[in-house]
């Protein structure tokens, strides 16, 4: 089995809204607790259970001698939607590639419409024109600087020099939310 913070959970982590209870007296309650925070840091990165079990007991030794196993505060976690299970990860990557690709599904979306589906088969929508052209664009062709270029022939003349600053922020998003694929 392989384990993701799901996609709600690493929102609510952006926008401050996670993790708020700082005092848990169950140990179970604190290893799932860390568990979480770690999975969002790797976000969008699907990570091995057995990778997992092995991080809690580096980083939380007490914690998780004490916690019930970590199978089983992942798979309550799933059934509370803040982890995603997988039997086979994703073809996802979590960081940005000199010529990024992103999915198949989602590049043939981009091209016709904001509503999307990642590579988590989760659907999303993007309502930025200049994010879904690139999106559409990104089939492995094309270096980050291509992209660049391509995004400031779209931009008005005085925004064309943030192209290459808003091309890393939307390619960035992209990643995090598993639009790239490896």
């Known amino acids: ?106 590049r043939w979306q981009a091209a016709r419409q904001p509503n999307l589906t990642n590579l988590r088969h989760e659907p999303m929508r993007i309502d930025d024109p200049h994010a879904l052209a690139l999106l559409a664009s990104m089939d492995g062709t094309r270096t980050r600087d291509d992209l660049a270029e391509s995004l400031a022939a779209r931009l008005p003349d005085a925004d064309k020099s943030q192209a290459p600053e808003r091309t890393s922020t939307y390619l960035s998003q992209f990643a995090l939310h598993g639009l790239l694929a490896g």
């Open 1 to 106: 089995m392989h384990a993701a913070a799901s996609t709600s959970l690493v929102r609510a982590a952006v926008e401050g809204k996670a993790f708020a209870d700082t005092t848990l007296p169950d140990p179970s309650a604190r290893a799932t607790r860390r568990l979480l925070q770690w999975l969002v840091e790797e976000a969008p990165r699907v990570i091995p259970v057995q990778e997992a079990a092995q991080w809690l007991a580096q980083s939380a030794r007490e914690d998780a001698a004490a916690a019930r196993p970590v199978a089983a505060l992942l798979a309550e976690a799933s059934y509370a939607g803040t982890v995603d299970l997988y039997t086979e990860p994703p073809p996802l990557v979590a960081a940005v590639s000199e010529r990024p690709v992103a999915g198949r599904v989602a």
